[in-house]
């Protein structure tokens, strides 16, 4: 009997592998399960924005709710236009969240994809209508101005000597700046860029123009390259840009200017620049 009842607890007992792999499986589906109960809360949360955004803003039309991007934050579309709120649906959040670990305008990138051919100025175009709309982002930037107004120092020119003049405001943390400077580079065009701090780049702008080539340095800066500060330089150049982006109400880049002063705002591919060189309307 003793021999009969080892034999059976042998054939009974967990070896270490096993009991192993019993908790392993057990952590999975405990895993599994707080990932479904996360995901299934921010579901809900959407739920629940999207409720309360309908009895706040009856006349708009919510496209989708996201909670799961942003700590804090739900993106709200509405058709093809983007804006923020809290989990609550209580506060209207209007502009661009920037990524500054990864450089990254991400409202910008999520309204390119949602309407890629009139993007402007890489920022949230907002006209939902009616009670409680979702603030309009206006346009402040006249239909021309002075470029006679514009010291020579301040700008790095590149491109095609003898091309048309364009008079680029940018910044080297826009991406769409950096997405610009691709198109233009494809066209006969002398580019005149003049940098201006809309993202708190002035450290950057400063490394870039004061560069022993600025114009290396600043496809350098484009493609997220560190540029070492320089020994230094006359930066009033760079005061006076962004004098002139301010009176002008500049308050997005990138700004493309055509050589009679006329204003084209944010990122456009080649062919459509080519139609503004020329004269024709654009939109």
């Not at 120092?153 to 700046?177: E, H, M, N, P, Q």
């Not at 350098?220 to 930066?235: F, L, N, S």
């Not at 301010?246 to 200017?257: A, E, L, Q």
């Amino acid at each position: 009997m003793p021999e009969q009842r080892s034999a059976a607890l042998r054939r009974w007992s967990i070896t270490p592998s096993a009991l192993g792999l019993a908790v392993l499986v057990g952590v999975i589906g405990i895993a599994a399960g707080v990932a479904g109960t996360t995901a299934w809360a921010r579901r809900d949360t959407g739920a629940a924005v999207r409720e309360a955004l309908a009895a706040r803003l009856p006349k708009t039309k919510i496209s989708a709710v996201d909670c799961s991007k942003l700590p804090g934050l739900c993106e709200v579309v509405a058709g093809q236009t983007l804006f923020y709120t809290d989990p609550a649906a209580r506060y209207l959040v209007i502009g661009r969240v920037y990524d500054m670990a990864a450089r990254t305008d991400l409202t910008a990138t999520r309204l390119l994809e949602l309407n890629p051919d009139t993007l402007l100025a890489g920022a949230a175009q907002n006209s939902a209508e009616g009670e409680g709309r979702a603030a309009q982002l206006a346009a402040t930037e006249p239909v021309a101005v002075p470029l006679a107004d514009l010291p020579r120092t301040g700008a790095i020119r590149w491109g095609k000597s003898g091309g048309a003049r364009l008079v680029v405001f940018s910044d080297f943390r826009c991406g769409y700046c950096r997405q610009l400077s691709d198109e233009l580079s494809r066209l006969d065009v002398a580019v005149e860029e003049r940098p201006i701090s809309v993202l708190g780049s002035r450290s950057l702008t400063e490394a870039v123009y004061c560069a022993a080539d600025p114009v290396k340095a600043l496809h350098a800066a484009y493609r997220g390259e560190e540029i070492a500060p320089g020994a230094g330089c006359d930066t009033a150049g760079l005061d006076a840009n962004e004098a002139f982006a301010r009176k002008h109400g500049f308050s997005g880049t990138p700004i493309v200017v055509r050589a009679d002063g006329k204003v084209l705002r944010g990122y456009r591919p080649a062919p459509v620049l080519a139609a503004f060189i020329a004269g024709k309307p654009v939109s």
